[in-house]
């Protein structure tokens, strides 16, 4: 299994890249942590005539906190984001996902935007892009433009990024105070390809055993085609933390996913497993001592 | 087939340095560094099992960090310090890994050895006295089909132990000297 021939470029500059790209984009494809595209090459289901490295690129292997998002750069690691402490300070749900994105020798090379990028159902952080209704910068001969998350995946592998254009970075949204995460999936192998799995956002009201849930959102991984944002809130809205019961939501749970069979797993399974994930996911959640993010200074 | 597809692309230049020592290899540009390291510089401890990033045998060290070596080109290597398992220790002086190895049985045909050994030497870096629990999650991402990997996970606890015995003793032959 080794990959066809390709030219490699190694531009050091985001405008080389740019351009390079430009001139080769129709029969090129961006090589960053490589952890998706490399095993697709060695397996000859691509074979792009050039591949534009972007690892040497100055600039793109920055972490950046606001008080609205977390900026991650195209060339961050997932091992550099899940260890970041200031992302995890303000958006906790950053590092409860990338502990489950593969494991850690991936982590330590594949890079998140890449994963957004390469848009595989089976990806934890598209999913995390549209829970966080993160913003998505792309550049390309025609310059810059930024494309909602929730509109950016198009189908299993196909986005809207165009063939000559570069995903620079992707901007996740911070929750609004209160908000309380939890990243839950489950595989045959930890840091497999997960058979079903999500990501929740639960609005809370108040602290302690008191505190009210106001309403909840999930964005799945494995058993929808594209991730989507699933709102839970009239299933959930109005119970308390410390008694509240999640079996309203199946009706939901039911409704937003179409999970396919495979040779893993039933349908059904898939179905039985993300309704049961969901309950467990809210009640992680609900109940977490995480940092929540309540504040928007201090953490950077 | 394309023109491009006919036409071999220019080899390059790829300078890496491997366990303290630089080599230069003319390449094509397609070139595993898992190849490189095994074809052009005949360091064939790495071992290729899977070539798609799941078996974890061809995991090597790249500034101290375990990543697979099939899943990235020699060419993007460059301007980095690898570790192979041939730079871990030797038959004569075996790191804490190998030793703890031997020691636990962690070990029968011995193809998935490499990438474990590389794996747990930066693990144990990091975690230098981790549980039993620890272990088993360090090692998720390394298959091996004989041991049923209940010797590896005591091996790792056991080269932790051996790695802090070994520093307390050069620490205490250093106060002595």
């Not at chain 1, 944002?229 to 009239?234: I, Q």
């Not at chain 2, 360090?138 to 091996?144: Q, R, T, V």
Request: aromatic share 4%; charged share 20%.
């Amino acid at each position: 299994m080794k990959p066809a021939p390709f030219v490699h470029h190694s531009p050091r500059t985001l405008d080389e890249a740019v351009a390079v790209l430009g001139d080769v984009g129709h029969d090129g494809k961006v090589l960053a942590g490589g952890q998706s595209l490399i095993p697709v090459l060695n397996m000859r289901l691509a074979q792009p005539a050039h591949l534009v490295d972007i690892n040497r690129v100055a600039g793109l292997d920055t972490v950046t906190v606001t008080d609205t998002s977390v900026r991650v750069g195209a060339i961050v690691r997932h091992a550099q984001l899940e260890k970041h402490d200031g992302a995890y300070a303000v958006l906790p749900l950053l590092r409860q996902a990338l502990r489950n994105v593969a494991h850690p020798a991936i982590r330590n090379r594949g890079t998140t935007v890449g994963s957004i990028a390469h848009a595989d159902a089976a990806g934890e952080m598209p999913s995390i892009a549209v829970l966080t209704d993160a913003v998505i910068e792309a550049i390309g001969p025609r310059g810059r433009r930024e494309i909602a998350a929730r509109e950016f995946f198009e189908g299993p592998l196909q986005t809207l990024l165009e063939a000559d254009e570069i995903l620079e970075a992707v901007r996740f949204g911070r929750f609004a105070p209160g908000t309380r995460t939890a990243f839950l999936e489950s595989a045959r192998r930890h840091g497999d390809y997960a058979l079903a799995g999500l990501g929740v956002a639960v609005d809370v009201e108040g602290d302690g055993p008191d505190a009210v849930v106001r309403g909840a959102r999930a964005a799945y991984v494995s058993v929808t085609d594209i991730p989507v944002v699933l709102d839970l809130s009239e299933a959930v809205a109005g119970q308390r933390v410390s008694s509240a019961s999640w079996d309203g939501v199946e009706e939901l749970v039911q409704a937003g996913i179409a999970p396919e069979a495979d040779i893993h797993a039933s349908s059904d399974y898939r179905r039985a497993l993300a309704v049961e994930l969901t309950r467990r996911a809210l009640t992680t959640a609900a109940t977490t001592t995480e940092p929540a993010t309540t504040t928007t200074e201090g953490h950077a | 087939m394309t023109d491009t597809d006919q036409t071999a692309p220019a080899l390059v230049d790829v300078t890496l340095r491997v366990n303290g020592v630089e080599h230069t290899r003319t390449v094509e540009p397609r070139r595993l560094l898992s190849d490189f390291l095994r074809h052009d510089l005949r360091l064939t401890g790495t071992h290729v099992g899977c070539e798609h990033g799941v078996c974890g045998a061809c995991t090597v060290l790249v500034d101290g960090d375990p990543m697979r070596s099939c899943l990235m080109f020699a060419v993007s290597a460059q301007e980095h310090e690898l570790t192979t398992v041939e730079g871990l220790g030797t038959q004569e002086a075996m790191g804490p890994v190998q030793q703890a190895f031997v020691e636990c049985h962690g070990l029968q045909c011995g193809f998935c050895t490499p990438g474990f050994v590389t794996t747990i030497s930066a693990f144990i870096e990091e975690n230098p006295d981790p549980t039993l629990e620890e272990a088993r999650e360090a090692i998720s991402g390394n298959l091996c089909r004989c041991t049923g990997y209940q010797n590896i996970c005591k091996a790792v606890v056991r080269a932790a132990e051996i790695r802090r015995e070994r520093s307390t003793s050069s620490t205490e032959a250093g106060e002595r000297a």
